[in-house]
């Protein structure tokens, strides 16, 4: 018999007041990660959602609003931290008695292993939840308009790059002036009252993600948190709901202004309706679904105040290993590992979380060519990122694996092989592909690599000089489309930043990347950064037309060694 789990999470207030014996659902059966007919989901996962009436969703926004006058909001910050932080101590206490059952549910409804939900999940100290308020509640001055910037203590630095070439210009002299620099950049405050939310199921927990960043946004002075409706996706319904689950026992009041739930988002009624109510819409979806959300939201009658729009479609990442991760006799400090195989497993790693379903995984690495005799080749560092995805895919393997997909590519880099422009360095029976371009490649080729890494395939680039990438490479590759950059830049001497790494970011940011993260931490981004820029920020004001760009660390080896400490833990408990 198939277990049942519901997709959707109402507050209590709500569940006893809208979910009634005669309310319908919606079924949908999944096994290995993949929608079946009824028939065929015997011994797999079912999960089911209400169908709502018009009706229906009316009593939600009142009682939605009805709750935000009276969830006191006193140490909203300090319970909201306790709470998620509770909630993470009882995931990662191996004792629990649920955690193999959500896991095995998770790895049916999701596709992806055991081991890879595991191995993901048992990191999520990674993804800090304490800086969320500090985001959320910064004071910048407009020198961010001109360099990377530290702020209320986060890790890390922040830019902000301002478009519109007239406006560049201006802002560009105006900091030539330290007074000017030193001047707060007094943002309009434009809290949102409701969020409504359009959440992608390519990796779990998005609709999660935009719960933690929409009450995070609550955390300033004098403010309750806002009402957050969240659609969760049909292709991943479950974690969210769970999680939720985790949090109202803990503390119920967090999430008596949130609803998440699955509804047709080509009904226009319903959609005109929740976009009418919403101050803020925000989607991280295909870029056909975004586009049909803003064509619908310029239908709808404007509310009392402008609806502002954030949304996150398709986009792409990469690593960049910068010479002295090649330096020959360079060893980690703790185990004593040569840098070049703690660098590739880190870089692997970024590759096979989620299996490049996501847009934080990294696609191509840009390795920083040396000398032969100083430092390790192209070449080698190739065969230690093979070596580091096989060792991975023993340690989280795909579980639905698409073998087809990698044996076409093998055979297509094999053929193109055969004349000299890239080698390759997997076997036809390996669940990766890993690819050593021989030479530059001019844009068209460029892009049709990026498009093949899927799947666990990654292209290894060499370039002369790390500015090579944003100037030859991603500066041919539309803004809107560059996502994230994992890191091993430097010298790892160095306790702080590397002023060479600092310029790298500041060319990375001007081409449109807008997270820079270490070898390692692509796959989690520091939620006080979000996944894009600095939403934390963009939740709670208006500001002139731009995007940050995030460095997401204060000291980069130190933390790429604290990465490789807990991966090496991992896989020494799992030999």
């Known amino acids: 018999m198939s277990a049942v789990y519901d997709g959707f999470w109402f507050p209590s207030s709500i569940r006893d007041r809208v979910l009634r014996p005669d309310t319908r659902y919606e079924y949908l059966n999944f096994r290995e990660g993949t929608p079946v007919p009824p028939e065929e989901g015997e011994g797999g996962v079912v999960i089911r959602w209400p169908r709502l009436d018009m009706e229906a969703w009316q009593q939600i926004i009142t009682a939605l609003r009805s709750n935000q006058k009276q969830v006191p909001t006193e140490e909203w910050s300090v319970r909201l931290l306790k709470a998620i932080s509770r909630v993470q101590d009882l995931w990662k206490s191996q004792g629990n008695p649920l955690r193999q059952k959500v896991l095995e549910s998770l790895a049916t409804c999701t596709g992806h292993s055991v081991g890879m939900l595991d191995f ?40 902000f790059f301002e478009q519109g070439q007239w406006r560049r210009l201006m802002t560009r002299a105006l900091l030539r002036s330290a007074s000017y620099q030193n001047r707060p950049w007094r943002l309009q405050q434009n809290p949102p009252g409701l969020i409504l939310g359009f959440a992608a199921g390519n990796v779990p927990g998005i609709a999660l993600l935009f719960i933690l960043l929409g009450l995070a946004a609550a955390t300033r002075e004098q403010s309750g948190p806002p009402i957050m409706v969240v659609k969760n996706s049909r292709r991943e319904p ?37 976009l009418a109510q919403a101050d803020l819409v925000v989607a991280a979806a295909s870029n056909e679904t975004i586009g049909e959300i803003e064509k619908m939201a310029r239908q709808v009658p404007a509310p009392s105040r402008p609806t502002r729009f954030h949304w996150h479609g398709h986009k792409v990442s990469f690593s960049t290993v910068g010479r002295e991760c090649l330096e020959i006799g360079r060893h980690e400090p703790k185990y004593g590992t040569p840098l070049l195989e703690v660098v590739a497993l880190l870089a692997a790693l970024d590759v096979a979380l989620w299996n490049q379903q996501g847009c934080l995984s990294s696609r191509v690495h840009f390795v920083e060519q040396g000398s ?64 050593l371009a021989n030479s530059p490649m001019p844009p068209e080729r460029f892009q049709e690599m990026i498009n093949d890494c899927q799947g666990r395939t990654v292209v290894v680039l060499p370039v002369r000089d790390v500015m090579e990438v944003p100037d030859q490479y991603l500066r041919k590759i539309p803004r809107q489309y560059l996502q994230s950059m994992s890191i091993a830049l430097g010298d790892p001497d160095l306790p702080d930043i590397d002023p060479r790494l ?18 390692g931490r692509g796959a989690f981004p520091q939620l006080a950064y979000s996944w894009d820029g600095f939403i934390p920020l963009d939740l709670t004001t208006n500001r002139t037309k731009g995007y940050f760009t995030a460095l997401e660390f204060d000291q980069p080896w130190a933390q790429i060694y604290e990465t490789y400490d807990l991966v090496r833990q991992i896989l020494d408990r799992n030999r």
């Open 120 to 159: 993901a999940l048992s990191l999520l100290d990674l993804a800090s939840v304490e800086d969320l308020h500090r985001a959320a509640s910064c004071h910048l001055t407009q020198a961010v308009k001109g360099q990377f910037v530290r702020l209320n203590g986060l890790a890390g630095w922040v830019r």
């Open 238 to 274: 479950l974690f969210t709901p769970l999680v939720l689950s985790a949090l109202e026992m803990v503390d119920p009041l967090l999430l008596e202004t949130t609803v998440v739930t699955v509804w047709d988002y080509t009904d226009p009624d319903l959609q005109a309706y929740l």
């Open 502 to 519: 600092l310029s790298y970011a500041q060319a990375l940011g001007s081409v449109g990347i807008t997270g820079i993260r270490t070898a």
């Open 372 to 435: 032969r005799s100083k430092y390790h080749s192209p070449e080698t560092y190739s065969q230690a990122v093979a070596h580091g995805l096989r060792l991975l895919d023993r340690l989280i393997p795909k579980e639905v694996s698409r073998k087809r997909h990698i044996h076409n590519l093998f055979d297509k880099y094999q053929a193109m092989a055969a004349g000299g422009t890239v080698q390759v360095f997997s076997q036809y029976d390996d669940d990766f592909l890993v690819v």
